[in-house]
């Protein structure tokens, strides 16, 4: 398996709302956080949470695609 570290996590959002992440290679599996850091934190611990119960329900765990972090920023019109 990989590390979770190899999946892309893609993030949007920012000010003045939060950001939210997911993964490409893993549906379902979300984050949310006030920053871009706390975020990726929040979404990587959320893979391992994941896989761990996709393991325990005897799932696959899919393949990584690709390392990497994709922001897109949005922001509210003043």
Do not use: Q
Request: hydrophobic share 40%.
């Amino acid at each position: 398996m990989s590390k979770i570290d190899d999946y892309l996590i893609l993030v949007e959002g920012g000010p003045p709302s939060n950001y939210g992440a997911w993964s490409p290679d893993v549906p379902g599996c979300v984050a949310l956080a006030d920053t871009i850091d706390e975020t990726v934190r929040e979404m990587r611990a959320a893979l391992v949470s994941h896989f761990e119960l996709m393991r325990e329900h005897g799932e696959v765990i899919p393949e990584a695609t690709g390392p990497g972090v994709y922001l897109e920023r949005t922001t509210a019109a003043a």
